[in-house]
């Protein structure tokens, strides 16, 4: 084989790859385009792990939510039989009033009675941390079983941390619908795409222990 036939050879090999690395891309943008709602609702399925209530002893709020969906859900899981108390975790102060003392007043403005709710203010600043304060209060309370309300994109992560901290105390994760979440659709809208993109980073950095 003479030098220029060498040439000409590795040229077509590099011509091929080239051809069959566009191909793939091109197969690639083509599965993208015709399944990406499929791709982007398993984008944030992978965060969601939920089930339907059982009977347990109390129902367990998760603090960061301020527009009372999760102490709505809560309040009418007591209503439906499920747990006779809502144990409301709280984190932060707001015009110098506890989060779980606004939760509480906001409820009870809805027509939930003030005294299925018991007030846990605490001084966590991650899910990481405020399980171990709710696992502190429920040990204090002799709970056995619980249910833990929280935001769909947040039950994966959350039921994950609860687990870690307190695998003794069994308990069924209660996921609860958010306006921009849109029942899974979260690329709707600005807003949604804002808490996949921040719960998916928090989901990572757990998984690294960061």
Request: charged fraction near 20%; proline fraction near 5%.
């Amino acid at each position: 084989m003479n030098a220029s036939s060498g040439v000409l050879e590795r040229s077509q090999v590099k011509f091929r790859r080239g051809a069959l690395a566009l191909a793939v891309a091109v197969c690639c943008l083509i599965a993208a385009a015709v399944f990406h709602r499929q791709i982007l609702w398993s984008m944030g399925a992978v965060l969601v792990n939920c089930g339907p209530p059982e009977r347990a002893d109390i129902v367990v709020t998760l603090a960061g939510d301020a527009s009372g969906h999760r102490i709505f859900k809560a309040g009418d899981l007591v209503r439906e039989g499920y747990a006779p108390k809502v144990l409301v975790s709280g984190a932060g102060i707001a015009y110098g009033v506890p989060q779980s003392t606004l939760e509480i007043d906001m409820a009870v403005r809805h027509g939930y009675p003030r005294e299925i709710f018991i007030p846990m203010q605490q001084p966590a600043l991650s899910t990481a941390e405020e399980a171990g304060y709710i696992a502190a209060r429920l040990r204090s309370l002799g709970v056995h079983k619980y249910l833990l309300v929280t935001s769909f994109s947040h039950t994966a992560r959350a039921g994950r941390l609860l687990r870690r901290t307190a695998p003794d105390l069994p308990f069924h994760m209660i996921g609860v619908n958010y306006p921009h979440w849109n029942d899974g659709y979260w690329w709707h809208e600005r807003e949604g795409e804002k808490i996949w993109l921040e719960e998916t980073t928090k989901t990572i950095a757990d998984f690294f222990g960061i």
